[in-house]
């Protein structure tokens, strides 16, 4: 039984705090139920300042009597952390920049009153071991992970050890680390439910028993003959294939459907998203090769589907709006209110849908193939494509300099050995090195 903190410093079960209740094991995975309804369920939300942060937030606005913000973890955006303190008065927070815990710390003590006696009572952690401590601290019920890249894996394996439920936004973390990622989670009793859109929406699109299930889902078992995620195709699906080379920042990031980060919105622009939502998909449903397909959908109406063998399609449609995947995995196994609006079909319109192509999309066909080979290839993939993006961003590299410094790196890595979280590491490491040497061959 995980010992928690509730909001009156009271020491508490994690049932009387809401928590989802462990019922036992099937098919090597965990069997969960609707929360217990003893209680709100404390919630850390870990990437609290990003988008999908941003958004749990206002799902926890609209959901008071089932949950509140036990923690906050950011990466360095004080003003928006310092906001959040003073609305939820979480137990803890963290700040993974030093220079801005400090900040915080400063503004925190500028507050006189009633309140800044208040917000000195919120613990302040700092660096990558005080976000991993506060994913880990077992307070919570649910963690949210939303950080973004590989910096997410470690807070979410201590997350994992505590047993909460895991509402995962972080792809990289599954792209990295896989069956190590599911067999921590096996071994904790902890329940992941996925937060990507696409994820969800082929989650609502299973039945229970895999929903209950996931990374050792049998999908053949399950009449399932394909998942189909789709993508919007990004700013520049219907662009000329020769214009590619002059993408500037601001047109990468301008995204035609969804509102989300620089990294994300570049990332989408290239289909990258979708080659780490393909790998993702492989994980957390246990999925062949063969078992998953990639489609086109510009209008991001459908969120992707579920394709049996008897003939039937099953999919997921709703607003593109990150709060209703937020709300399906934090209420799961209920509908809680997301405050999206449903579709009204009479403004819809049509609906299109096409394959990818390959010379539009180059980073989308070296992450299927990457998955194909293994922990160490995906590993390499990701950590290269963040180096390419970050460099993209600071213009110091080309928008086709991105896909050439992933597959460079994919060439020289070929063979690594990742099934250790300390060889996951390492390989990530080195690819960081090898992308670095890439990007300055190219440097603008």
């Known amino acids: 039984m995980v010992k928690t903190t509730n909001q009156s410093g009271a020491s508490a079960t994690a049932e009387q705090l809401g928590r989802s209740e462990f019922l036992g094991t099937e098919s090597g995975g965990p069997i969960f139920f609707q929360p217990c309804a003893n209680g709100p369920t404390g919630v850390t939300i870990l990437g609290a300042t990003g988008s999908i942060g941003l958004s749990t937030c206002e799902v926890i606005r609209h959901n008071p009597d089932r949950f509140y913000v036990h923690g906050l973890a950011a990466g360095h955006n004080v003003a928006q952390l310092f906001a959040q303190m003073r609305e939820f008065r979480p137990a803890r927070v963290a700040l993974s920049d030093s220079g801005a815990a400090v900040e915080l710390k400063a503004m925190v003590e500028g507050v006189r009153g009633d309140e800044g006696k208040a917000l000195r009572n919120i613990e302040i952690l700092v660096g990558e071991q005080g ?5 880990g601290d077992g307070a919570a019920g649910m963690v949210v992970g939303a950080i973004v890249g590989a910096a997410g894996l470690k807070p979410l394996l201590a997350a994992i050890k505590t047993g909460a439920r895991i509402c995962l ?56 003959a394909k998942l189909l995620l789709t993508g919007s195709g990004g700013p520049f699906r219907d662009t000329p294939v020769e214009q590619l080379a002059a993408v500037t920042v601001a047109q990468a990031i301008n995204h035609p459907v969804w509102s989300m980060g620089p990294k994300i919105s570049v990332d989408s622009a290239t289909m990258m998203n979708k080659a780490l939502e393909y790998i993702e998909a492989r994980y957390l449903f246990n999925a062949g090769p063969d078992q998953v397909e990639i489609v086109i959908h510009p209008q991001s109406v459908i969120h992707s589907m579920v394709s049996y063998r008897d003939g039937a399609v099953l999919a997921q449609l709703g607003a593109p709006d990150m709060k209703t995947p937020i709300a399906v995995a934090m209420g799961f196994s209920e509908r809680i209110n997301s405050g999206v609006a449903p579709l009204d079909f009479t403004k819809v319109g049509t609906l299109t849908f096409k394959q990818p192509e390959p010379e539009r999309y180059p980073c989308l066909y070296l992450g299927i193939e990457a998955s194909k080979q293994g922990q160490a290839c995906t590993t390499a993939l990701n950590a290269a494509n963040e180096e390419a993006v970050a460099a993209f961003l600071q213009e110091k590299l080309s928008f086709l300099g991105i896909s050439e410094v992933v597959a460079a790196v994919l060439d020289q890595l070929s063979g690594e050995r990742a099934l250790s979280l300390e060889e996951i590491l390492a390989v990530d490491a080195k690819a960081r090195q090898l992308a670095q040497a890439e990007i300055a061959k190219r440097g603008r």
């Not at 976000?131 to 994913?135: G, I, K, M, P, T």
């Not at 190590?180 to 229970?208: M, T, W, Y």
């Open 131 to 135: 976000v991993c401590e506060l994913a």
């Open 169 to 224: 936004a972080n792809k990289e973390a599954l792209v990295m680390s896989g069956q190590l990622f599911f067999n921590e989670v096996k071994k904790s009793g902890a329940q992941v439910l996925p937060v990507d859109s696409e994820h969800s929406a082929i989650f609502q699109c299973l039945p229970r028993d895999l929903q209950q299930n996931l990374g050792f889902c049998d999908l053949k078992g399950a009449g399932v």
